[in-house]
């Protein structure tokens, strides 16, 4: 594959979303690479209904195991479907979320161990890793705050309507995964201003792939 692989990670309330959006627009404005901007779950049909029965705050009989195979079942078809074509295009993808984001919400904010959930998307995911993730980072008592703000508990999916418990392990399995594989993943201070954050990310990558900028 000759095309570039790049994921987005953190917390709920680090700004991801709004992040990669704005991301992606800087790096097209400023190299000649077609940039794919994605999700997970979700990115393509198949991968965004399992993504509605996931994260739908109906489904709170699913059983913890269920939504990690669903989650990895998700992520197999927008890999093989939508990531892999592109790269084997030569497009950069932007990913908003990845594997890691299944090894810090379900391994560890699930507490269902991490390498039973590496286990799982080994299966789903074969080779394929990004060569770039950026983990914006965020205190998990803000990142609710932000998260909550103007919405009401029942607009709020399934993951965020977990309690600020559930959230600080999910923050900490991060964290540790930081430490892991700090050749790979690049922390980012998401309580800084939206502006700050997408230039730190936006130089991160211009640092890690200068031959793709003018």
């Known amino acids: 594959m000759s095309g570039i692989f790049i ?7 680090a700004g991801k979303s709004t992040v990669i959006k704005k991301l992606a ?6 190299s000649s690479v077609q940039v794919l901007l994605t999700r997970e779950p979700g990115g393509i049909d198949i991968s965004e209904a399992i993504r509605d029965i996931i994260l739908s705050p109906k489904n709170i009989a699913m059983d913890e195991r269920t939504e990690a195979l669903l989650y990895a079942a998700a992520r197999r078809q927008h890999l093989v ?43 789903a995911i074969e080779e394929t890793m990004p060569e770039l993730t950026l983990y914006l980072d965020i ?11 103007g919405r009401k508990f029942e607009e709020l999916d399934r ?6 418990v559930f959230h600080e392990r999910v923050r900490a399995a991060y964290l540790e995964l930081l430490l892991k594989y700090p050749e790979r993943i690049q922390k980012v201070d998401a ?14 990558i211009k640092d890690k792939f200068p031959n793709l900028f003018n």
């Open 7 to 13: 994921t987005i990670e953190g917390p709920d309330g």
């Open 25 to 30: 627009q800087k790096i097209s404005e400023n």
């Open 81 to 123: 479907q939508k990531v892999e074509p592109a790269l084997k295009e030569g497009k950069l993808v932007l990913c908003d979320r990845f594997v890691d984001s299944s090894l810090a919400y379900q391994g560890a904010g699930r507490e269902i161990g991490m390498e039973a959930i590496w286990s799982i998307n080994q299966f």
């Open 139 to 149: 205190d998990a008592k803000i990142g609710l705050e932000r998260i909550n703000q």
């Open 159 to 164: 993951l965020d309507q977990e309690g600020l």
């Open 191 to 204: 309580s800084k201003s939206i502006e700050t954050v997408i230039d730190a990310c936006y130089n991160l």
